[in-house]
């Protein structure tokens, strides 16, 4: 499965995430519960393990 950054971020926002801080290519998105998630932008291919991480990281499901 291929995940690209658009997609993360998307669904990031639609879970209540709001974008803080841009650092190069490096989005920083934090919810009002603390939770911060870093998001390499814009990448087309993300590796599974970076993907699934961040969706670790921001308590959301991960689906295959």
């Given at each position: 499965?291929?995940?690209?950054?658009?997609?993360i971020i998307k669904e990031l926002?639609?879970?209540?995430?709001?974008?803080?801080?841009?650092?190069?290519?490096?989005?920083?998105?934090?919810?009002?519960?603390?939770?911060?998630?870093?998001?390499?932008?814009?990448?087309?291919?993300l590796p599974i393990g970076t993907?699934?991480?961040?969706?670790?990281?921001?308590?959301?499901?991960?689906?295959?």
């Amino acid at each position: 499965m291929i995940m690209n950054s658009r997609q993360i971020i998307k669904e990031l926002k639609k879970a209540g995430f709001v974008l803080v801080k841009v650092s190069g290519d490096h989005h920083k998105f934090k919810h009002r519960n603390g939770k911060i998630v870093i998001v390499p932008h814009p990448q087309k291919d993300l590796p599974i393990g970076t993907a699934r991480n961040i969706y670790k990281m921001a308590g959301l499901k991960w689906r295959k």
